[in-house]
C-alpha cells in the first residue's frame, strides 16, 4: 500500500502545528496499518517544510516548538509498535548518540537513537548540547559506533574536532563514526573523515546494520 492519503494528512498536521491534530493524524495512519517507520518519515517531511515556512517568516517560534512536540508525542504513541518489530535479539553494537556541544535541536537525532534500537542496537543516547569530552570517554568505555548530530553550521564543525581528538588519543579505528543533522552532507562527512552519512534515520539504520 502506498498510503499517500496517510502521508499527506500527517505531513499537513505538522505544517498545522498543533498538538492534537498531529496525535490524530498519527492515530489514524496507525489505525490503517501504516508502518510506524513510514509514519516518521512522513512526519519528519513535515518538520522539514515547518522549518522552511518559519526560514520564510510564515510561521513563528511557538508554531515550530508545537510540531516539535507533536513530533515527540508521536514517538510515545509509535513506541510500542517500533519496540514489538524490535531486532534486538542479540546487540550488533554499542553506540553513543548525541547533539553536539552548544546545539540543542534533538527530534532528528532521537528519532535515529530510537530507530537503532529498535535494528538491535544497544544505544547510549546522551541528548543534546553534549559536551564533546562525553563522546570521547563513552568510546573510551567501549561504545563501537558514535553518532554525532549537529543542525546549524556553526556546531557541525565541532563533529571534525571530536573525530581530531580521537585520533589524538588513539580511538578513532576502534569507532565507526555517523554523522548526520540537516547541514549535513556526505562530502562533509568525507572531509572530516566520518565512517557514515545518514540523510535519514533509516538510512542511518541501513548503513549502521552493514557495519555491524
Ligand atoms: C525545530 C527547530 C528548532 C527547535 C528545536 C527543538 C528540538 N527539541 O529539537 C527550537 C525552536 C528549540 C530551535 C532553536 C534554535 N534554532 Co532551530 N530549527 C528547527 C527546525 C525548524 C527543524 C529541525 C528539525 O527538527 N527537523 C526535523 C528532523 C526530523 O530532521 P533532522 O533534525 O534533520 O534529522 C533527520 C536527519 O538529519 C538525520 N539525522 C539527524 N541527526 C542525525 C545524527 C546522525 C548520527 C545521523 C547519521 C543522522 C541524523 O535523521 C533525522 C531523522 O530522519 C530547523 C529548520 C530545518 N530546516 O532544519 C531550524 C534550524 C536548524 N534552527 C536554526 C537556528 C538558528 C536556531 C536557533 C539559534 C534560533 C535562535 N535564534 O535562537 C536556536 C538554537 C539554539 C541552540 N543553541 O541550539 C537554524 C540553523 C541555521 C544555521 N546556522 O545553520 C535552522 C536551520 C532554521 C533557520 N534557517 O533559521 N530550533
Known amino acids: ?11 499537513d498536521a505538522m505544517v498545522g502545528c498543533k498538538v492534537p491534530a498531529i496525535q490524530a493524524a498519527v ?5 490503517n496499518g501504516m508502518p510506524a517507520t513510514e509514519i516518521i518519515n512522513a512526519m519528519s517531511a513535515g518538520m522539514t517544510e515547518v522549518g522552511t515556512l518559519f526560514e520564510r517568516g510564515r510561521l513563528f517560534l511557538p508554531h515550530v516548538l508545537s510540531a516539535a512536540a507533536g513530533m515527540k508525542s508521536a514517538m510515545d504513541i509509535l513506541g510500542p509498535e517500533l519496540a514489538a518489530n524490535s531486532e534486538a ?5 554499542t553506540v553513543v548518540m548525541g547533539t553536539v556541544e552548544g546545539d540543542v535541536h534533538d527530534i532528528g537525532k532521537s528519532i535515529c ?13 546522551l541528548g543534546r548540547d553534549v559536551p564533546s569530552q562525553n563522546f570521547i570517554d563513552e568510546v573510551k568505555g567501549g561504545c563501537n559506533y558514535c553518532g554525532m548530530s549537529a543542525l546549524m553550521t556553526t556546531t557541525m564543525v565541532v ?8 585520533k589524538a588519543e588513539g580511538i578513532r579505528d576502534k569507532v565507526v563514526v555517523m554523522v548526520g543533522g540537516a547541514p549535513v552532507t556526505q562530502a562533509y562527512c568525507d572531509k572530516i573523515g566520518a565512517d ?5 534515520a533509516s538510512e542511518t539504520t541501513e548503513k549502521a546494520k552493514a557495519r555491524a
Do not use: P, W
Request: aromatic share 6%; hydrophobic share 30%; net charge negative.
Open 1 to 11: 500500500m502506498s498510503y499517500e492519503a496517510e502521508r499527506k494528512e500527517l505531513s
Open 27 to 31: 492515530n489514524k495512519a496507525h489505525d
Open 89 to 93: 535479539a542479540s546487540s550488533r553494537g
Open 113 to 125: 537513537s530510537t530507530m537503532l534500537q529498535c535494528a538491535g542496537f544497544d544505544v547510549h543516547d
Open 159 to 166: 563533529m571534525k574536532d571530536i573525530i581530531e581528538t580521537m
Open 196 to 200: 557514515i552519512y545518514g540523510e535519514s
